[in-house]
């Protein structure tokens, strides 16, 4: 089959080779999935750069937003049939071993898809069958590839870990990324007025017709005071954070006492000065959040089955120009996610 590899990790998108590799081989358990689409989000960036797993072999195939068909199934796999539409779960223990551990994103070989074993820059991968999911969205694959990872990772950090309901006040931040534009509308779903930031006039709209009640444009306006603001001086119940520390002071400053701060990114970079006497004289409380259940991703599925949430997808490229793909995504223009095609 044709795929998209590294041989190499590398900061230059230019190390993407389109080539011919082995067809995945079918084995017990597991169902090979021809792919129709598959969407790329910021983490492939960070791994092709050598960022999330060192200890993986050459050459490799990234992806984890993948949505096809059931090409083959394993003669003891009766849950899924040849051509039907499916989603792949975007993460999923490596070892069978931990198939059952709950919750599943906490097992210890629990992996984004695409980060040890192949993923879907290809046209065909290999899943454990009980990791691919029936799609009865009716939603074009192109744009069901924008959802998974970042639907899973909003129901988990925005529903599970900040508790949002209706009437709570939550600051989403880079609300026109793949995952903050997912953010927002799980919130709306749940109730919820949100607040958010975009880095420039052009995102404006689009998470407004996402659902958020108020934007700030980062470049120009004081985070805090548009907050407080906007919560009637209380500060927000919940903040969700994926940019890290260029924002995090502010996040801090931005939430009420009692407030949960939700992190799963970080954009800007990882380290930050954190002042332990406004967290405890706060009541603050801070989670972390990496990716989510496949209960989770079921919930998110079944809202966007209602029409509840919606796809965004801003650009396609042909699989074998992976490398376009992700210097527009490090260019900062995307507004929602951007999704590979084989062929
Ligand atoms: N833990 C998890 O489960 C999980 C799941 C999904 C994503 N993530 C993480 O969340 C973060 C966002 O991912 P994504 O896929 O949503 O990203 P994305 O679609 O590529 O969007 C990132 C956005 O962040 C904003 N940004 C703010 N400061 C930035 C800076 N210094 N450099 C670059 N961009 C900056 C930009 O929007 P503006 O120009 O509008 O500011 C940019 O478009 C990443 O760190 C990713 O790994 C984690």
Sequence with gaps: MKATTIHDFSKDPSIFKYEDVPDPEIKPDHVIVKVAACGINRYDLYHRMGGIRRDITFPHVMGADI??????RASDVTTLSEGQPVIVAPGFPTDPADWDYTPINHAPTYTVTG?????GYAEYVQIPARFVIPDNTGIAPEKLATLPLCLMTAMHAVKTLGQVHPGTHMLMQAGASGSGILCIQVAKALGAKVITTVGSEEKIETVK??????????TQEDQVGRVMKFTDGRGADVVVDNVGSAVFESNMKSLKKGGIFVNFGLVSGYKVDFDLRNFFFSHHTLKGSMMGTMEELHEGLELVRQGKIKPYLDKTFPISDAAAAHEYIESRKVQGSVVLLPG
């Design 209 to 218: 017709s996402a659902g958020a009640d108020e934007v700030i444009l980062r």
């Design 115 to 119: 980060t040890i074993l192949w993923g």
């Design 67 to 72: 949505t096809g068909s059931i090409a083959a």
